[in-house]
């Protein structure tokens, strides 16, 4: 790739020493499929690309104090081959199973995926809808944050430039469901998705949900106002159109190409409801 030195990390300290170094100069690399794309169309220019593909301690799906880790450099094709996550974050792995085409999936990260930043990122949803947590990693040491409160805006997040993600994790959860609208069933971006956690109370009534989107505001989001026009409800229509008017408060689309503004305001609602609907079946 010209126009770029290239560095291969022996581990993490290495890597989070070269960050360090580097003071926003260096740029990680995995699975790389993000990364291509921006350096071949100019938005990607004169970094050190470090490779990070070696570290294996940021590789692996597991349970550790009541949450589920999963390594920063697992793959989609890993999520959607997990027996774990179909079993306690299947909104997740129900995603990796149409996250682009498996060759993708066999290089894609999850790190890298949330990293980028993409308002049409496929995993942003389901882990915004499970509240899920980003550890993040540099040599001042390590914290954690909320990925809601991750996510800045268009690939602006609030990863330092010596800072690198190790793993995401949240709490275990057996249902869900995740929307998704494309061009394509496979290579298109994503134009409108949703993912949805329903519990309901013993009388039928929404307990408590988690409602999030992509594709439908500069950053993924959690659609709140949509959440709580259904929670304490019993999930009637008429507490469907509500949670559908609702959805139009939380989203701010764009214009473009792909899709228009409002075609985009129109066909969120629709997804929303679709995947409050799939999270109760």
Known sequence: MNGFDYISAKDLLDALTILDREAGNACPVA???????????????????????????????????????IGALTTLAEIAKSELLKEKAYVLWQAAQVFADPVI????????????????????????????????????????????????????????????????????????AFVKLGLRNAMAKTLISAAAIVHLDDEGKVANCTIAMGSVAPRPIRARHAEQAIIGKALTEETLTQMKEAVLIDIDPIESIRASKFYRMNVACTIAERAVRGAIV
Request: hydrophobic share 40%.
């Open 31 to 69: 699975g790389a499929t993000n990364v291509v794309v921006k350096a071949q169309s100019g938005r990607l220019k004169d970094k050190l690309l470090v490779s990070i593909d070696g570290l294996n301690e940021l590789r692996g799906i597991r349970e550790e104090g009541g949450f589920v880790c």
């Open 105 to 176: 999936r066999n290089r894609a990260t999850i790190g890298g995926n949330i990293a980028d930043a993409s308002p049409t990122s496929d995993t942003a949803p389901p882990l915004l809808a499970l509240n899920a947590e980003v550890v993040i990693q540099s040599l001042r040491g390590e914290r954690t944050l909320l990925l809601d409160d991750f996510f800045f805006n268009v690939c602006k997040t609030a990863l330092e430039d010596d800072e690198l993600i190790t793993s995401v994790r949240f709490r275990p959860c057996e249902t869900g």
